[in-house]
């Protein structure tokens, strides 16, 4: 067990929908990252957030966004979906900083929610 | 962007022979290399990382080397076993705006035959 809290663990819903995402991280960790795997397909970084703010960003589409609350966890929304968005979502993190001048550190991944567009 | 490749995409091995995968990045600001082990239907978890500072790093059956001029870096896996199947991915740190985020490669799926 990372620590790390993925909810749903699976999700099928239709095109054009919109579903939500959450993460809940590690105790302690202050980072939180999302990564999309989709089949037979490598970890793509979509965005991340330290303590609140978003700090970095990957090849996130339009119809993606994510936020962190004050008590750390995260959201992913994804909306307008098609089938391609199907796909196996992750969300890691990590205690580091993430700045400039320091490493990521270890990422603890949760198990991920795998979301199914019909 | 940074770019990491990872080759080979698919190996097989027989049981008690050695694995190597290997990485290359394009980011010389990159100073932090992790190897993640995927299994089937699980999470990514990590087995062993090296930074910049370092040229080789082991546990137990598993090391890895990097050399920086070269930017490239690889994973070694000796006497090899049937529970070292799974997807591999190698990642780099590199930036990202304000922050450093981790750029994965692309997978080495590992079969280790029995």
């Known amino acids: 067990d990372s620590g790390v809290t993925q909810t749903p663990k699976h999700l099928i819903t239709a095109t054009g929908q919109r579903v939500t995402l959450r993460c809940s991280p590690r105790s302690g960790d202050l980072s939180v990252y999302w990564y999309q795997q989709s089949l037979d397909q490598g970890l793509q970084f979509l965005i991340q957030y330290y303590n609140g703010e978003e700090r970095a960003k990957g090849n996130i589409l339009e119809r993606f966004s994510a936020q962190q609350f004050p008590d750390l966890h995260s959201e992913l929304n994804l909306s307008s979906l098609e089938l391609g968005d199907s796909a196996l979502y992750f969300c890691?993190?990590?205690?580091?900083?993430?700045?400039?001048?320091?490493?990521?550190?270890?990422?603890?991944f949760g198990e991920g929610s795998r979301l199914t567009v019909l | 962007g940074e770019n990491v490749e990872q080759h080979p995409s698919t190996l097989s091995v027989q049981e008690g022979d050695s694995a190597v995968i290997k990485c290359t990045y394009s980011d010389s600001a990159s100073n932090y290399f992790p190897w993640y082990k995927q299994e089937l239907g699980k999470r990514p978890q990590l087995i062993i990382d090296i930074r910049s500072n370092v040229g080789e790093k082991k546990d137990q059956r598993i090391a890895v080397t990097l050399n920086k001029t070269a930017k490239h870096f690889s994973l070694h896996i000796t006497e090899t076993q049937p529970e070292d199947s799974a997807v591999y991915f190698c990642?780099?740190?590199?930036?990202?705006?304000?922050?450093?985020?981790?750029?994965f490669g692309s997978g080495t799926q590992l079969t280790v035959l029995p």
């Open positions: 990642a780099a740190s590199t930036r990202a705006g304000s922050a450093r985020q981790l750029t």
């Open positions: 890691a993190s990590s205690v580091g900083v993430g700045g400039q001048g320091s490493n990521t550190g270890e990422l603890f």
